[in-house]
């Protein structure tokens, strides 16, 4: 799962890695493709709402035993992806040039988000369905599959992006088309992998009949994830209206590096939490709730020695990660100093992950959502506004909200995961024990 994680994050920051390197237009480029993560967060929330909602809900009923009603939910997922697909799709190209202008568009960066969204718009489909079905083959058990998903994604568009950028001369627009090529290949492989004889779940049209009390199960679920992807998009709109109005083009492109750099350094976080959500989950239904514990001490350790020495370097080294992205010298003098407030504390982000995905894997998606909703709404949204406001802060105040949140919001979501799901897990485990002799 987590080299899994790997290779999904070279699939979308390699576009900001080639964009940033076009000749003579690279920031104004760079940053015309950080005006469409919006859009791209929104979708990709949606993906996560059937998706990751879904998952646990069929690993739960495997581990029960529940065969019929894990393939169920596969497959209304698979009905939900396909339709709110083609609903987003259409929604966004009615409305995008209204959407970039209000999310900090220039006029000299509105052509670079245009030319990019419009193309990526067209392939929203199979990213919904490769992203999202990707979860089930991962719930069955099939973790190399899923990883073969997103390495034959990536590996593709890492290919064609080059080609179709700076061979063929098609800007942003070939590094859209690579991008919506690679999706396609991708979710066609989850599709014949999900409908062929190794899957132990199958898709099949009697499964895609919508059942309501599945679906707000899925919905319930997945809510949490569809919240941090929903409210990313919320906070990006946020940073990037701010950032216009205190610094201009070069600062929405420095944010668009720092959340690039920000996505590579999560992968193995982001890897270890989605691979242990499965194994809490069919051992939750199994009843065998010390190996659920035993899962939460792992994601807990790994997550925050991770993030630790993640933060030291770069503190210590910002300019090489900003130079993945960006050779613009005055955008690495400006940048190194943001990134250097930006990942302060980093390592308090581990809690929030590893407590938010313990609640997801369980089902217990109230906590789940509330604390997407706290850390990013509550808290990193009204300083984003306020403090470039105060004290003279200007575009380090919305760089700083960032660190402050992940305090806040990470402490608090862990701490109540251990009083209200460690704990109680271990009463759980001695009371089998005890009933099991």
Same mark, same amino acid.
């Given at each position: 799962m987590t080299l899994a994680q790997l290779i999904n994050v070279l699939y979308n920051v390699v576009d900001r890695m080639y964009i940033g390197h076009i000749p003579q237009a690279s920031t104004l480029a760079l940053t015309g493709l950080g005006l469409t993560f919006p859009i791209i967060s929104i979708i990709t929330a949606f993906a996560n709402l059937f998706g990751m909602g879904g998952a646990p809900l069929c690993s739960i009923a495997r581990g029960k035993g529940d065969h019929e009603r894990a393939e169920t939910?596969?497959?209304n997922a698979f009905f939900l992806l396909v339709t709110v697909g083609l609903g987003l799709t259409a929604l966004f190209l009615l409305f995008?040039?209204?959407?970039?202008?209000?999310?900090g568009a220039s006029s000299q960066t509105f052509p670079y988000a245009d030319?990019?969204?419009?193309?990526?718009?067209?392939?929203?489909?199979?990213?919904?369905?490769?992203?999202?079905?990707?979860?089930?083959?991962?719930?069955?058990?099939?973790?190399?599959?899923?990883?073969?998903?997103?390495?034959?994604?990536?590996?593709?568009?890492?290919?064609?992006?080059?080609?179709?950028i700076f061979v063929l001369h098609m800007g942003v627009q070939g590094?859209?088309?690579?991008?919506?090529?690679?999706?396609?290949?991708?979710?066609?492989w989850v599709l014949?992998?999900?409908?062929?004889?190794?899957?132990?779940?199958?898709?099949?049209?009697?499964?895609?009949?919508?059942?309501?009390?599945?679906?707000?199960?899925?919905?319930?679920?997945g809510?949490?994830?569809?919240?941090?992807?929903?409210?990313?998009?919320?906070?990006?709109?946020?940073?990037?209206?701010?950032?216009?109005? *205190?610094?201009?083009?070069?600062? $929405?492109?420095?944010? +668009? !590096?720092?959340?690039?750099?920000?996505? &590579?350094?999560?992968? #193995?976080?982001?890897g270890v939490t989605s691979g242990a959500q499965p194994v809490m989950g069919y051992n939750f239904g199994a009843e065998?709730?010390?190996?659920?514990?035993?899962?939460?001490? *792992?994601?807990?350790?790994?997550? $925050?020695?991770?993030? +630790? !020495?993640?933060?030291?370097?770069?503190? &210590?080294?910002?300019? #090489?990660?900003?130079?993945?992205f960006n050779s613009d010298p005055q955008l690495i003098k400006e940048g190194a100093s943001s990134l250097n407030v930006y990942f302060f504390g980093y390592f308090m982000m581990a809690f929030q992950q590893a407590g938010q995905s313990t609640f997801v894997a369980l089902g217990k998606s109230k906590q789940a959502v509330f604390f997407s909703l706290l850390r990013k709404v509550v808290i990193v949204v009204p300083l984003t506004i306020l403090l470039p406001r105060m004290f003279g802060l200007g575009v380090v105040g919305v760089f700083l909200?960032?660190?402050?949140?992940?305090?806040?919001?990470?402490?608090?979501?862990?701490?109540?995961?251990?009083?209200?799901?460690?704990r109680p897990l271990k009463g759980a485990s001695e009371d089998r024990v005890t009933a099991d002799t």
């Amino acid at each position: 799962m987590t080299l899994a994680q790997l290779i999904n994050v070279l699939y979308n920051v390699v576009d900001r890695m080639y964009i940033g390197h076009i000749p003579q237009a690279s920031t104004l480029a760079l940053t015309g493709l950080g005006l469409t993560f919006p859009i791209i967060s929104i979708i990709t929330a949606f993906a996560n709402l059937f998706g990751m909602g879904g998952a646990p809900l069929c690993s739960i009923a495997r581990g029960k035993g529940d065969h019929e009603r894990a393939e169920t939910i596969m497959g209304n997922a698979f009905f939900l992806l396909v339709t709110v697909g083609l609903g987003l799709t259409a929604l966004f190209l009615l409305f995008k040039k209204p959407l970039l202008y209000l999310f900090g568009a220039s006029s000299q960066t509105f052509p670079y988000a245009d030319s990019y969204l419009t193309i990526y718009l067209c392939g929203s489909v199979f990213v919904m369905v490769g992203l999202g079905m990707n979860s089930f083959i991962n719930s069955q058990g099939f973790a190399r599959t899923g990883m073969m998903t997103v390495l034959l994604g990536a590996v593709v568009n890492i290919v064609l992006d080059p080609l179709f950028i700076f061979v063929l001369h098609m800007g942003v627009q070939g590094a859209a088309l690579a991008t919506i090529i690679a999706q396609f290949l991708s979710a066609a492989w989850v599709l014949r992998f999900l409908t062929g004889k190794k899957a132990i779940y199958r898709i099949q049209k009697k499964t895609m009949k919508l059942q309501w009390p599945l679906v707000k199960e899925i919905i319930a679920l997945g809510l949490s994830n569809f919240c941090f992807a929903i409210t990313n998009s919320l906070v990006q709109i946020v940073c990037n209206i701010n950032l216009q109005q *205190f610094g201009g083009d070069l600062y $929405i492109g420095i944010m +668009t !590096v720092a959340g690039s750099i920000r996505e &590579v350094v999560s992968m #193995p976080i982001n890897g270890v939490t989605s691979g242990a959500q499965p194994v809490m989950g069919y051992n939750f239904g199994a009843e065998k709730y010390e190996r659920v514990r035993s899962s939460i001490r *792992f994601t807990s350790v790994a997550c $925050i020695v991770y993030t +630790t !020495v993640i933060w030291i370097v770069l503190m &210590v080294f910002p300019e #090489p990660f900003i130079h993945l992205f960006n050779s613009d010298p005055q955008l690495i003098k400006e940048g190194a100093s943001s990134l250097n407030v930006y990942f302060f504390g980093y390592f308090m982000m581990a809690f929030q992950q590893a407590g938010q995905s313990t609640f997801v894997a369980l089902g217990k998606s109230k906590q789940a959502v509330f604390f997407s909703l706290l850390r990013k709404v509550v808290i990193v949204v009204p300083l984003t506004i306020l403090l470039p406001r105060m004290f003279g802060l200007g575009v380090v105040g919305v760089f700083l909200a960032e660190p402050i949140s992940n305090f806040v919001g990470g402490a608090a979501c862990y701490v109540t995961m251990l009083f209200t799901v460690y704990r109680p897990l271990k009463g759980a485990s001695e009371d089998r024990v005890t009933a099991d002799t």
